[in-house]
Structures are given as C-alpha cells and as structure tokens.
C-alpha cells in the first residue's frame, strides 16, 4: 500500500477530517487516525467520510486505554483499533499490545495472523482436526507472565488513571499563567473527548525556544522529550512521499515538548517541574 500523509488540526495534533477529505482518490482503501495523548479524533466527521467513499477506518489508540468519543471507547469506532502496552503508557506490559476488532468477517485472520499463521486457535476451538501454515503470520501472542502483569494493572485502572488525572489537572493549573501571558500553548481537549491523562505537553513558540527549555530542564534534573520528527520527514519516507506540504504537523514536530507522566510522579515532582519552567520564562 502507499501511504499518503494528511495534515494535523491547527489547534490540536490530531488529524484533520477536511485533509482527509481532499486526499481521497479512487485508489484510496483506508483511513488511519491516531488519538494523539488519547485524545479523541473528530470521529463522527471521519466515519461519515469513511462511509460515503466505503473506506476501511483504522484506529490507532495506541495512546488511548481509557479513553472515549461521546461515550464510546477509543478503538472501537473504526473497523479495526490498535493499543500499545509499551512502558511509557498508562498500563503496560513492557512490550506488546492489543488489536479491537469491530467487523466479524476479520477476526479469523486476525487470530491467524498473530499465531504465527497457523490455524492454531481454530484447532483449540476443535474447529480443525490438526492445524496448519494458512497465510502470513509472527509471534504476536504474550506469554502469559506478561498478561498477568498487565491484567492486574487493568484490575487497577481506575486507581490509576485517578493518579494521573490528578498529576495533568495540577500541570495544567500551575502552568495556566504562562499560558495567559504568551508563553506557551496547552493542548484543549475537546467537549466531546475525554482526557485519559496519557501526557502532559506544552508547546513552545519556535523550535529554538523549545531546545532552550529542553535544556534547561534537563539541568534541573527533569527530563523533558520533544517527541519525534513528523512521519512524512522520517528516513524511511524520504522516496516514497508525496511532497505535499504539512505545516501543522511540522509546527508540532518543531514546537511540542512533553512533560514527565508516570504514575509513580508526584505532586511535589509536578510543582517543582513547573516551578522551573517558570523560571526559564521569567528569565527571558
């Protein structure tokens, strides 16, 4: 497949529906959104675009456990939905992740798929007298250590995403009075979203600012990240993109920093986090 990029909203990273819009073309087959920080792309405008050029929509709800679109849980919207359990999310189970399923015609190749091509679930089932090679595959299962230690995170969700909640609403508040005076820009999470708390970032007037903040943090012993390059500047990219110019995603690229979240953070942490981010723009 080739993949055509569209650009980000103007005042959040996630895709633009009208982008999206204009890029199809009788070749295209699918729409991938990603629910960046887990904040809900405009589904409702996606899917009706979807629908009316019968377009598969895939989520990417990496960011997103948690998370939901007018009451309705990210990666479930679209046909297929993808979650990540990596160390850097709200639960985790090291590496891995979890494909969500939402057209039935597709979940036998789905379980083939992750068991190494084989029929091997079908063959449980007692489907099969005997399983076999049937199409293209990996080791996509978790061992089942690694599911005990994220079903005992799921156990504790809610516990965990209180924590979380409380850690972006005491960022967000003590980093308002930047805001107000021009520093910095918050990411606004929309009224039909709800905020799971994945990350906290800020972003920075310029690229040259956002590398002096950077710095100047990590002096202080915090360690700030500014994410990665937009997907269409990626090496891998580089001969095979369209060259259509994507100024908002390149804004974000240049401009966004992401603040230390993790469950284990604290109060304290976040006050003294925020205590020398002021610093750096008092100092200017």
Known sequence: AKLVFADSLSDLPNIDPAEIERLITSKTRAIVVVHYGGIACMMDEIMDIARANNLFVIEDAAQAIDSYYKGKPLGSIGQLGAFSFHETKNVISGEGGMITVNKEELIRRAEIIREKGTNRAAFFRGDVDKYNWVDIGSSFLPSEITAAFLFAQLENLDTI?????????????????????GYIKLLKIPGFATNNAHLFCVLCRSLKERTALAQYLKKAGVLSVFHYLSLHKSPYY??????????????????????????????????????????????L
């Not at 924590?163 to 609403?169: C, E, G, V």
């Not at 967000?172 to 009075?177: A, C, I, W």
């Not at 230390?260 to 003294?272: K, N, S």
Request: a neutral charge; glycine letters at 4%; proline letters at 3%.
């Open 238 to 283: 580089s001969g095979k993109y369209s060259g259509n110019e994507l100024p908002n995603s390149d804004m974000y690229s240049d401009r966004l920093l992401r603040l230390p979240m993790f469950y284990e953070l604290t109060a304290d942490d976040v006050e003294y986090i925020t205590c020398k981010i002021n610093d750096f723009y008092h100092k």
């Open 161 to 181: 995403q209180k924590q979380r909640i409380k850690l972006w609403k005491t960022y967000h508040s003590l980093l308002t009075g930047l805001e107000e005076k």
